[in-house]
């Protein structure tokens, strides 16, 4: 909310003017100051000016020839406007003065010949010194009420008063009863112990009472509303001063009536609704919600589809306003009205931002609506309105409102004890010195000794409870001069699986990898370009309801195209060795076996390389990397996976079940992502690797020297060398110490659709020195296996 | 004997010694000095021809002079070998400047390494860490958090909303969405762990934002909750403040302003004096009583603060980060200068 510093110095004697130290004050009261501005006149070097004689142009019937006292001179000037005559004070823009500089295309005003005359200056409208819209005339200020003869000479936005300092303040959502000038000044008033000025309207009035009938169906809508009438209104633009005010706050002037309602809102906080009162049906209004798909035309033009939550203010003929949100066009004033008839209503702020949202139509009149009004505002703010209005655009104010007010609300009442306030506070401010911040604050108080209740005003609708009553306290007390302590906790420790998480990251950084982190969303397109099986469960992404575009529309279930994406970037930046991985969650459509009312949503790590060596045993070696850290049992199944290189790909296990894929991508996937070459990519349930338990046990080694022996034998091709290596393992019994394959070859002797596998076997016993005769029937009972088992042949022994 | 003679053969002996150029000079300095033919041992022969009174103390002599001697050639011949082997390994001479290749480490991405950092911070008084899930229940991320139902956070223009299981139509707390805050785990953690409570909540959110140099529709949280029978504003303020000066060093001053969240009373901002200028670095407060009934815990027995903290806003103040997309486009030349 804008404040202008002089109209808060109305409500209070500001001991402080300074910007700067007003904005700590607001801030250590909770009101963030988001900026400072000086809001000044659009021109400089414009003085008011008397016209000393006007004589017609000697060369053009349009316009004349004037000779304007600056207060120090008499100066020729041309002028087309006819809306004045001798004795009239003006703006005078002095050759030399700036017109427009707030603006893009400032102008500054020379000398200039006119139809063979020589104008020193211009006598300017209001238009061209940026205070508003009325080009019809010149700005003749001694009508307007703005200067008279003693000004002359003088600098006009001194006269004007158009200097002031604009706080920008942002107020919290349970701050209602500070969007607006006096509730800003009570805070500060509170602050320095000092008194706000009342806002006490006078009517002088000899009308009877306002003649409307007023029925409220729904008292929960609304609570109150207040309806005043004025009659014999000239409608108009408003005065400077008034007009001023508004463009310091952002608003721009439109008439008297309407600026009133404006400046009425500003000030006090209530936001005020005018009906030209002629044009409402049989003077009664009727609130109520709307029907479902009922319209009405708001006075943007716009016709307005209506639901049945949606507050209306109508009339016998229907709705004539869409209730604190905007008027309708039926019933707007216009050029033409005389009588008017002024809203100050309150309503249930739900309602207010439920409309407001859906119609896209926030205001400053929702908004305020929306936090909560004051209910015991509207019989004041309609009587300070029609007190504006009178005094700007004349007419006569009804003596008597109409006011329903079905329930009057009642000042809260809060009982706190002292231990309340220190169980949250400690031991300082005293309750004593703490029940007189809140009676600084308007909080009434009966009592003091340990116990008091606090009688809560209307306007702090945010108050309820003893903590709330802290909040205060603390407040205005001051946040910083609380104690600075430090609590312990007694469990600084990570659990078993964040320790495990964390070291396998540091391995894998270790190892070389870059840790990335990727959205969590994709797109339908994602999932087709893996080539996902119509059944696979990937597929079945849970989308988002109101996705930012359609291709984050799905909650990932795999990391792997947020990595791939990754990857290609990089290839595409130039990044030509690129090794990512990530840890993140992903989801599934089923529900969680912990909290079944919530989907699954596991912790995966995924992996993407390219460039360099990379191949598949770059994600298999790091599979087996993790997994001998983490003490897991992952196996890699080569089998025929959709997105995978049909040979280079396969499932991983944890020896019984699936948890993830590893191997090269097809090189289709490939293509889709940009990508050349071999791109490795390895995904598994981070669950697997980081829930193995993580005591473990030293196996004793052997202080006696090995046997090694080499042996190749011939296998078919179907026969992955894992499987080989399980056998020989079996096989050579609890004398195996280590076993390596180090050689793989094909051709030569080796028969078509054979290869020779070499391993090696290191056999060392715990209890002794192994002769080569203990060996032999060892080495015979692993050919024996081999040739049993997966039709392997022993070509070789060394 | 003249035991001074000794002393001047030794010296002399000594300086032939160090003054050996070459392994083959050494050799026949050492013939010369220690060999049969030599001074010394010339000297040592004639020990027996002295009276009987004088044996000892020539021998002594002597032998220390000889002992000398002999560690010296045995060093200056270590010298002299070592001389010839850096000769031949001047051969092998290499230029350390040169490039060696690409270094095999990659890097922790800065999120991961600040949500631990902060998480160590909480940890060294005691805090332990926990995590939630990421698609939440309304009730934990705003009912139970003394959200009302009529709140503008709730609108799809803040809160990204989910499908629920096939077919089911959900309303109300039940409703499915992307948590937008650590928060809700603060209510999941209460539900089940009884006070006290002093826990961190590192983990991703979500909101309805479009993408600027400040926004992200995904981003990070740290969470923090401590319950206990008798904390108190102070405690907040204190352990926040420690915080800061662990994070951003020890001159890192901290503020407290009033502020609002529903779930907090009375609420708080710390500003953070850093480079020049007090910056909005989290919000706090003290736990609404309305949170400790939703998770069954009594008002009146327990009180507690909460904070919450962007990591994206921390790591981009302390390592002038100008741009939060760099955190989620994954350059490595940007990646690469984490540590």
Same mark, same amino acid.
């Given at each position: 909310?804008?404040?202008?510093?002089?109209?808060?110095?109305?409500?209070?004697?500001?001991?402080?003017?300074?910007?700067?130290?007003?904005?700590?004050?607001?801030?250590?009261?909770?009101?963030?100051?988001?900026?400072?501005?000086?809001?000044?006149?659009?021109?400089?070097?414009?003085?008011?000016?008397?016209?000393?004689? /006007?004589?017609?142009?000697?060369?053009?019937?349009?316009?004349?020839?004037?000779?304007?006292?600056?207060?120090?001179?008499?100066?020729?000037?041309?002028?087309?406007?006819?809306?004045?005559?001798?004795?009239?004070?003006?703006?005078?823009?002095?050759?030399?003065?700036?017109?427009?500089?707030?603006?893009?295309?400032?102008?500054?005003?020379?000398?200039?010949?006119?139809?063979? /005359? *020589?104008?020193?200056?211009?006598?300017?409208?209001?238009?061209?010194?940026?205070?508003?819209?009325?080009?019809?005339?010149?700005? $003749?200020?001694?009508?307007? !009420?703005?200067?008279?003869?003693?000004? /002359?000479?003088?600098?006009?936005?001194?006269?004007?008063?158009?200097?002031?300092?604009?706080?920008?303040?942002?107020? *919290?959502?349970?701050?209602?009863?500070?969007?607006?000038?006096?509730?800003?000044?009570?805070?500060?008033?509170? =602050?320095?112990?000092?008194?706000?000025?009342?806002?006490?309207?006078?009517?002088?009035?000899?009308?009877?009472?306002?003649?409307?009938?007023?029925?409220?169906?729904?008292?929960?809508?609304?609570?109150?509303?207040?309806?005043?009438?004025?009659?014999?209104?000239?409608?108009?633009?408003?005065?400077?001063?008034?007009?001023?005010?508004?463009?310091?706050?952002?608003?721009?002037?439109?008439?008297?009536? $309407?600026?009133?309602?404006?400046?009425?809102?500003?000030?006090?906080?209530?936001?005020?609704?005018?009906?030209?009162?002629?044009?409402?049906?049989?003077?009664?209004?009727?609130?109520?919600?709307?029907?479902?798909?009922?319209?009405?035309?708001?006075?943007?033009?716009?016709?307005?589809?209506?639901?049945?939550?949606?507050?209306?203010?109508?009339?016998?003929?229907?709705?004539?306003?869409?209730?604190?949100?905007? !008027?309708?066009?039926?019933?707007?004033?216009?050029?033409?009205?005389?009588?008017?008839?002024?809203?100050?209503?309150?309503?249930?702020?739900?309602?207010?931002?439920?409309?407001?949202?859906?119609?896209? %139509?926030?205001?400053?009149?929702?908004?305020?609506?929306?936090?909560?009004?004051?209910?015991?505002?509207?019989?004041?703010?309609?009587?300070?309105?029609?007190?504006?209005?009178?005094?700007?655009?004349?007419?006569?104010?009804?003596?008597?409102?109409?006011?329903?007010?079905?329930?009057?609300?009642?000042?809260?009442?809060?009982?706190?004890?002292?231990?309340?306030?220190?169980?949250?506070?400690?031991?300082?401010?005293?309750?004593?010195?703490?029940?007189?911040?809140? &009676?600084?604050?308007?909080?009434?108080?009966?009592?003091?000794?340990?116990?008091?209740?606090?009688?809560?005003? *209307?306007?702090?609708?945010?108050?309820?409870?003893?903590?709330?009553?802290? @909040? @205060?306290?603390?407040?205005?007390?001051?946040?910083?001069?609380?104690?600075?302590?430090?609590?312990?906790?007694?469990?600084?420790?990570?659990?078993?699986?964040?320790?495990?998480?964390?070291? %396998? #990251?540091?391995?894998?950084?270790?190892?070389?990898?870059?840790?990335?982190?990727?959205?969590?969303?994709?797109?339908?397109?994602?999932? +087709?370009?893996?080539?996902?099986?119509?059944?696979?469960?990937?597929?079945?992404?849970?989308?988002?309801?109101?996705?930012?575009?359609?291709?984050?529309?799905?909650?990932?279930?795999?990391?792997?195209?947020?990595?791939?994406?990754?990857?290609?970037?990089?290839?595409?930046?130039?990044?030509? #060795?690129?090794?990512?991985?990530?840890?993140?969650?992903?989801?599934?459509?089923?529900?969680?076996?912990?909290?079944?009312?919530?989907?699954?949503?596991?912790?995966?790590?995924?992996?993407?390389?390219?460039?360099?060596?990379?191949?598949?045993?770059?994600?298999?070696?790091?599979?087996?990397?993790?997994?001998?850290?983490?003490?897991?049992?992952?196996?890699?199944?080569?089998?025929?996976?959709?997105?995978?290189?049909?040979?280079?790909?396969?499932?991983?296990?944890?020896?019984?079940?699936?948890?993830?894929?590893?191997?090269?991508?097809?090189?289709?996937?490939?293509?889709?992502?940009?990508?050349?070459?071999?791109?490795?990519?390895?995904?598994?349930?981070?669950?697997? %690797?980081?829930?193995?338990?993580?005591?473990?046990? %030293?196996?004793?080694?052997?202080?006696?020297?090995?046997? /090694?022996?080499?042996?190749?034998?011939?296998?078919?091709?179907?026969?992955?060398?894992?499987?080989?290596?399980?056998?020989?393992?079996?096989?050579? !019994?609890?004398?195996?110490?280590?076993?390596?394959?180090?050689?793989?070859?094909?051709?030569?002797?080796?028969?078509?659709?054979?290869?020779?596998?070499?391993?090696?076997?290191?056999?060392?016993?715990?209890?002794?020195?192994?002769?080569?005769?203990?060996?032999?029937?060892?080495?015979?009972?692993?050919?024996?296996?081999?040739? @049993?088992?997966?039709?392997?042949?022993?070509?070789?022994?060394? | 004997?003249?035991?001074?003679? $000794?002393?001047?053969?030794?010296?002399?002996?000594?300086?032939?010694?160090?003054?050996?150029? +070459?392994?083959?000079?050494?050799?026949?300095?050492?013939?010369?000095?220690?060999? &049969?033919?030599?001074?010394?041992?010339?000297?040592?022969?004639?020990?027996?021809?002295?009276?009987?009174?004088?044996?000892?103390?020539?021998?002594?002599?002597?032998?220390?002079?000889?002992?000398?001697?002999? #560690?010296?050639?045995?060093?200056?011949?270590?010298?002299?070998?070592?001389?010839?082997?850096?000769?031949?390994?001047?051969?092998?001479?290499?230029?350390?400047?040169?490039?060696?290749?690409?270094?095999?480490?990659?890097?922790?991405?800065?999120?991961?390494?600040?949500?631990?950092?902060?998480?160590?911070?909480?940890?060294?008084?005691? =805090?332990?860490?926990?995590?939630?899930?990421?698609?939440?229940?309304?009730?934990?991320?705003?009912?139970?958090?003394?959200?009302?139902?009529?709140?503008?956070?709730?609108?799809?223009?803040?809160?990204?909303?989910?499908?629920?299981?096939?077919?089911?139509?959900?309303?109300?707390?039940?409703?499915?969405?992307?948590?937008?805050?650590?928060?809700?785990?603060?209510?999941?953690?209460?539900?089940?762990?009884?006070?006290?409570? =002093?826990?961190?909540?590192?983990?991703?959110?979500?909101?309805?934002?479009?993408?600027?140099?400040?926004?992200?529709?995904?981003?990070?949280?740290?969470?923090?909750?401590?319950?206990?029978?008798?904390?108190?504003?102070?405690?907040?303020?204190?352990?926040?403040?420690?915080?800061?000066?662990?994070?951003?060093?020890?001159?890192?001053?901290?503020?407290?302003?009033?502020?609002?969240?529903?779930?907090?009373?009375?609420?708080?901002?710390?500003?953070?004096?850093?480079?020049?200028?007090?910056?909005?670095?989290?919000?706090?407060?003290?736990?609404?009583?309305?949170?400790? @009934?939703?998770?069954?815990?009594?008002?009146?027995?327990?009180?507690?603060?909460?904070?919450?903290?962007?990591?994206?806003?921390?790591?981009?103040?302390?390592?002038?980060?100008?741009?939060?997309?760099?955190? =989620?486009?994954?350059?490595?030349?940007?990646?690469?200068?984490?540590?």
């Amino acid at each position: 909310m804008r404040v202008p510093v002089k109209w808060l110095a109305e409500f209070l004697n500001l001991p402080v003017r300074d910007a700067d130290e007003l904005e700590q004050i607001l801030v250590s009261l909770g009101h963030e100051v988001e900026g400072i501005e000086h809001f000044g006149p659009s021109f400089e070097g414009v003085v008011v000016g008397l016209v000393e004689e /006007v004589v017609p142009h000697p060369n053009a019937n349009r316009i004349r020839f004037c000779r304007v006292n600056d207060g120090s001179a008499t100066h020729d000037v041309v002028c087309g406007a006819w809306n004045f005559g001798p004795g009239a004070v003006i703006a005078y823009a002095r050759v030399g003065s700036r017109l427009g500089i707030d603006t893009d295309h400032p102008t500054t005003i020379g000398a200039r010949e006119i139809r063979g /005359v *020589t104008s020193h200056g211009m006598i300017a409208s209001a238009r061209e010194l940026g205070l508003g819209d009325d080009h019809d005339g010149i700005m $003749v200020l001694d009508e307007l !009420g703005a200067a008279d003869l003693d000004d /002359v000479g003088r600098p006009l936005e001194e006269v004007l008063n158009l200097s002031d300092v604009v706080l920008d303040v942002s107020i *919290t959502p349970n701050r209602g009863d500070c969007m607006s000038i006096r509730g800003l000044a009570r805070e500060l008033a509170a =602050y320095w112990q000092i008194p706000v000025k009342e806002v006490s309207p006078r009517l002088a009035t000899s009308a009877g009472p306002t003649d409307f009938d007023v029925s409220i169906v729904d008292p929960e809508a609304c609570p109150r509303f207040v309806a005043h009438r004025i009659d014999g209104v000239t409608m108009g633009p408003s005065p400077l001063w008034m007009q001023t005010r508004l463009l310091s706050i952002g608003q721009r002037p439109i008439s008297n009536v $309407v600026d009133v309602s404006n400046y009425v809102m500003w000030e006090l906080g209530q936001p005020i609704h005018t009906f030209d009162a002629e044009k409402i049906a049989d003077r009664h209004i009727i609130v109520r919600r709307a029907g479902e798909g009922e319209t009405l035309r708001t006075l943007d033009g716009a016709t307005r589809v209506l639901e049945s939550g949606d507050i209306l203010v109508t009339d016998p003929s229907g709705p004539i306003a869409l209730a604190g949100i905007m !008027g309708g066009a039926s019933t707007e004033v216009s050029a033409e009205t005389t009588s008017v008839l002024v809203e100050a209503a309150n309503w249930e702020p739900a309602s207010i931002l439920f409309t407001s949202q859906r119609l896209g %139509l926030r205001s400053e009149a929702s908004g305020r609506f929306e936090r909560g009004v004051d209910p015991d505002l509207p019989g004041l703010a309609a009587a300070r309105t029609v007190e504006l209005i009178s005094l700007t655009a004349g007419g006569v104010p009804r003596a008597e409102a109409v006011d329903n007010y079905p329930v009057p609300a009642r000042p809260r009442q809060v009982a706190v004890g002292s231990g309340d306030l220190s169980r949250l506070l400690g031991s300082e401010p005293s309750f004593k010195e703490s029940l007189e911040l809140l &009676r600084r604050l308007g909080f009434g108080i009966d009592g003091e000794n340990g116990e008091a209740t606090v009688t809560v005003p *209307t306007y702090r609708s945010d108050v309820a409870r003893p903590a709330d009553l802290a @909040e @205060e306290v603390a407040r205005l007390h001051g946040f910083d001069r609380f104690p600075d302590l430090i609590r312990y906790g007694k469990y600084g420790m990570l659990t078993a699986a964040q320790l495990a998480t964390r070291r %396998l #990251e540091a391995v894998l950084v270790g190892a070389g990898l870059t840790e990335a982190q990727t959205l969590s969303f994709i797109g339908q397109a994602d999932l +087709d370009t893996l080539r996902l099986p119509r059944d696979d469960p990937r597929r079945k992404g849970i989308r988002v309801k109101n996705p930012l575009r359609e291709e984050e529309a799905i909650l990932r279930t795999t990391l792997l195209p947020g990595l791939l994406a990754a990857v290609a970037r990089n290839v595409a930046r130039g990044n030509k #060795e690129v090794r990512l991985f990530e840890r993140g969650r992903v989801f599934h459509s089923v529900p969680d076996s912990e909290d079944p009312r919530i989907p699954h949503q596991p912790v995966h790590l995924g992996v993407a390389m390219v460039g360099g060596d990379t191949d598949a045993f770059s994600a298999t070696g790091l599979l087996a990397l993790l997994s001998r850290i983490t003490g897991s049992e992952l196996a890699v199944v080569q089998g025929r996976i959709p997105m995978l290189h049909p040979g280079r790909g396969g499932t991983v296990t944890d020896g019984a079940n699936p948890v993830g894929i590893v191997g090269e991508i097809h090189p289709s996937l490939g293509r889709a992502y940009g990508l050349d070459g071999r791109v490795a990519v390895a995904e598994v349930a981070l669950d697997t %690797l980081i829930s193995v338990p993580s005591a473990w046990h %030293l196996n004793e080694v052997s202080p006696y020297p090995p046997l /090694v022996f080499d042996l190749a034998f011939v296998v078919p091709e179907s026969v992955p060398a894992g499987r080989l290596l399980g056998v020989v393992e079996l096989a050579a !019994g609890e004398d195996m110490d280590t076993l390596e394959l180090f050689d793989e070859f094909r051709g030569g002797s080796i028969p078509d659709g054979h290869r020779s596998l070499a391993v090696r076997v290191t056999l060392r016993a715990m209890d002794r020195t192994l002769s080569d005769r203990e060996a032999g029937p060892i080495l015979r009972h692993i050919a024996r296996a081999v040739e @049993e088992r997966v039709g392997g042949v022993l070509r070789g022994r060394a | 004997m003249d035991l001074h003679l $000794v002393d001047r053969i030794v010296e002399e002996g000594i300086l032939k010694i160090v003054s050996a150029a +070459d392994i083959e000079t050494l050799d026949i300095v050492e013939s010369e000095t220690v060999g &049969r033919r030599s001074q010394i041992i010339q000297a040592r022969r004639r020990i027996g021809a002295l009276p009987p009174e004088s044996r000892k103390a020539a021998g002594q002599s002597i032998n220390k002079g000889l002992r000398l001697l002999t #560690e010296s050639l045995a060093e200056r011949r270590a010298a002299l070998e070592i001389e010839v082997e850096d000769l031949l390994l001047d051969q092998d001479r290499i230029d350390l400047t040169l490039p060696y290749g690409r270094p095999s480490r990659g890097t922790h991405h800065l999120l991961t390494s600040t949500m631990n950092e902060v998480c160590d911070i909480f940890r060294s008084i005691g =805090y332990q860490v926990a995590e939630g899930p990421e698609l939440e229940l309304a009730w934990y991320n705003f009912d139970a958090l003394n959200t009302p139902p009529a709140h503008p956070s709730r609108f799809e223009s803040d809160t990204m909303y989910v499908e629920a299981f096939a077919g089911e139509e959900r309303s109300g707390p039940d409703e499915l969405l992307l948590r937008t805050q650590t928060s809700p785990m603060q209510v999941r953690f209460m539900e089940k762990q009884a006070a006290p409570v =002093y826990v961190v909540v590192p983990g991703r959110v979500f909101r309805t934002d479009t993408w600027d140099a400040t926004h992200s529709p995904v981003f990070h949280q740290i969470e923090g909750l401590a319950v206990d029978s008798d904390i108190r504003f102070g405690d907040l303020k204190g352990t926040l403040a420690y915080f800061a000066r662990e994070f951003f060093g020890p001159s890192a001053k901290t503020r407290f302003v009033p502020h609002f969240f529903p779930f907090t009373e009375p609420s708080a901002e710390m500003l953070v004096w850093f480079n020049g200028a007090w910056l909005e670095m989290l919000g706090c407060g003290m736990v609404d009583p309305n949170v400790f @009934e939703a998770v069954g815990y009594d008002p009146s027995e327990v009180t507690g603060f909460a904070f919450g903290m962007g990591v994206e806003r921390l790591a981009m103040v302390k390592h002038s980060i100008r741009d939060i997309r760099h955190f =989620y486009e994954n350059d490595l030349r940007v990646l690469e200068q984490f540590r």
